[in-house]
């Protein structure tokens, strides 16, 4: 190999080893985004992260915006030979350039295209912001209607800000608590009669709807629970008995219909840091 081009693999082995242990494909410098505001934009030249390796991409014009497209090593160019001045022949160079390609197949990369490219900055402030403590809980809300791309089929986190963490649905080691509230573990003490309640980590308690048993329901004022058919109203001190008829046990309701028991909610999707 001619020296100029070992140097220059040399320097490249330098450079991309600082990136190595990043494991995402991202911008490193430049590669501005111009929105068109017809679904295309025009993307400045800069250097490009791709598969462990820094590559220059050279701009484009007019590229679809909706992530179709990607970034992906396009093949080696070699420069012509030139003559130096002690009239050795070498070549110059050797270079693969970014180059842009469909997102489909062995060319889909991480840092598909569009209206904002993934770069070194935001990656900083992701890995940072995603430091937690592992069995970590965050709750979500969605504003933009994006947040479920951030993970696999299965719920584990795949990009940069939620590598580690996973959504709380039973897989990926998660306790899968989609539907319930959180509360502290530990032994609570009810302060009105001192009665202790022990609530176990990781065990549900509660349930949405709850069915009344015979204890639950309320006993007729006067008469003894669950009587049927009429009957002498107690007297009252003088004034006049009267007849009626009291309806049986959960009469006015569905006795076989549970009922919402559930505080007021707002549903959000919750992830736990996992690694």
């Not at 598909?112 to 592992?134: C, F, H, M, P, S």
């Not at 649905?169 to 009810?190: E, F, K, L, R």
């Not at 009957?231 to 046990?249: A, Q």
Request: net charge negative; with cysteine.
């Amino acid at each position: 190999m001619d020296y100029l081009l070992n140097l220059q693999a040399e320097n490249l082995t330098l450079g991309n080893a600082l990136f190595a242990s990043l494991g995402f494909d991202m911008v490193l410098q430049g590669c501005t985004v111009h929105d068109n505001g017809n679904g295309t934009v025009n993307i400045a030249a800069g250097i490009i992260y791709i598969g462990s390796e820094a590559l220059r991409f050279d701009g484009a014009n007019n590229v679809a915006s909706n992530g179709s497209k990607t970034f992906v090593k396009g093949a080696y160019t070699t420069s012509n030979s030139e003559t130096f001045g002690d009239g050795s022949i070498k070549n110059v160079y050797r270079e693969a350039k970014a180059v842009i390609a469909d997102a489909t197949g062995g060319n889909v990369t991480q840092i598909k295209i569009k209206t904002t490219l993934y770069n070194l900055a935001q990656y900083i402030q992701d890995r940072v912001q995603g430091y937690e403590v592992k069995g970590a809980i965050k709750e979500v809300y969605d504003l933009d209607g994006t947040f479920l791309t951030n993970f696999d089929a299965s719920g584990l986190g795949v990009t940069p800000r939620w590598v580690g963490w996973a959504r709380d649905n039973g897989s990926n080691g998660t306790p899968g608590s989609v539907g319930m509230t959180t509360i502290a573990a530990g032994t609570y003490t009810d302060p009105s009669n001192g009665e202790q309640t022990v609530y176990i980590e990781g065990e549900p308690v509660g349930e949405p709807k709850h069915l009344l048993t015979v204890n639950e329901t309320a006993k007729p004022a006067g008469l003894p629970q669950g009587l049927e058919g009429p009957h002498k109203k107690p007297g009252d001190g003088g004034g006049m008995d009267i007849f009626y008829v009291t309806g049986g046990l959960g009469d006015g309701f569905d006795a076989d219909q549970r009922h919402n028991n559930m505080q007021p909610s707002m549903p959000v999707y919750r992830v736990v840091k996992i690694s």
